[in-house]
């Protein structure tokens, strides 16, 4: 059983803070959404997660099982088992997915050692077969000249390839069309298990009715503002944000009485 803890986080890009003192605690085998308004900083949140070099932190902490992860560079806290899904993928013309893979995994492995042929072939067509991806797509340059359904699928194989503790996964912006939701939602649904915890950044309340989250929370204003179960996600749907940001704001005054 892993933990990731989040500890009152404050995240800041050129001197401007985003993230305002946001936590929250993800364990092996739970998916939780996040929600929010354009602009609130829930990218930010992932990318400073992951230790993407343009967010500062600025205050707070990021737990993996206790212990922080803040001083680690991005490469090594992939290594311990967190899996960032890029909203804009990269395009490698001329490197196969295959291949693309294979360096993935065999840059976790320690000096000296090696990924053999076999044993890398094996594992990626049983998860290939799992997420019932063709072989022929593995032959292809990693993300050249991909739609976005193929992207998500690369990025779904590269998931169950590395087998994180914990995935991020931030759909806010991506644009998803019915095609890349499908693979998105089926990919998660097999990869779910005791093994694996999700951190779903989304603010498409459909995605929730494919991957039904555990918890879900509203980030607004760089904190999490509001936290329930996949309910909230509908009454989301249904009501939008406003009235959580009308729940949050003080009680407006009474009208003032003008007496004669
Ligand atoms: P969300 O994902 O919730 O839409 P973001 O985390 O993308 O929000 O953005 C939060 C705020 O931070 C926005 O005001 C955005 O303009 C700003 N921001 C995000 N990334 C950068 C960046 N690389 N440089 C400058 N400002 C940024
Ligand atoms: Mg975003």
């Given at each position: 059983?892993?933990?990731?803890?989040?500890?009152?986080?404050?995240?800041?890009?050129?001197?401007?803070?985003?993230?305002?003192?946001?936590?929250?605690?993800?364990?092996?085998?739970?998916?939780?959404?996040?929600?929010?308004p354009n602009g609130t900083g829930k990218s930010t949140l992932s990318k400073a997660i992951a230790g993407h070099p343009d967010y500062t932190i600025t205050q707070g902490d990021v737990l993996l099982d206790g212990k922080s992860i803040l001083e680690q560079e991005p490469d090594e806290r992939a290594r311990a088992g967190i899996f960032l899904a890029f909203q804009y993928p990269s395009e490698?013309?001329?490197?196969?997915?295959?291949?693309?893979?294979?360096?993935?995994?065999?840059?976790?492995?320690?000096e000296g050692e090696e990924l053999d042929a076999t044993t890398y072939y094996k594992r990626l067509y049983q998860k290939m077969d799992m997420l019932?991806?063709?072989?022929?797509?593995?032959?292809?340059?990693v993300n050249d000249g991909f739609s976005g359904g193929e992207k998500k699928r690369c990025e779904i194989l590269q998931m169950a390839m590395l087998e994180p503790k914990f995935a991020l996964m931030d759909e806010t912006d991506s644009g998803l069309d019915i095609d890349a939701l499908r693979i998105v939602s089926e990919g998660v649904n097999a990869l779910r298990g005791p093994g694996l915890?999700?951190?779903?950044?989304?603010?498409?309340?459909?995605?929730l009715n494919y991957i039904v989250p555990d918890y879900v929370h509203v980030m607004y204003d760089g904190r999490i503002v509001k936290s329930g179960d996949k309910t909230l996600a509908?009454?989301?749907?249904?009501r939008g944000y406003d009235w959580v940001k009308q729940?949050?704001?003080?009680?407006?005054?009474?009208p003032a009485t003008v007496h004669a």
């Open positions: 059983m892993s933990s990731l803890e989040i500890r009152d986080l404050h995240v800041a890009i050129h001197d401007k803070e985003i993230v305002k003192g946001l936590s929250l605690t993800i364990r092996s085998g739970e998916v939780h959404a996040i929600m929010g490698i013309p001329g490197v196969s997915i295959a291949n693309f893979l294979r360096a993935a995994l065999q840059a976790r492995l320690a019932k991806i063709d072989r022929k797509f593995t032959s292809r340059s915890g999700v951190l779903m950044i989304t603010h498409y309340q459909r995605l509908l009454e989301l749907e249904r729940e949050l704001a003080p009680a407006a005054p009474a």
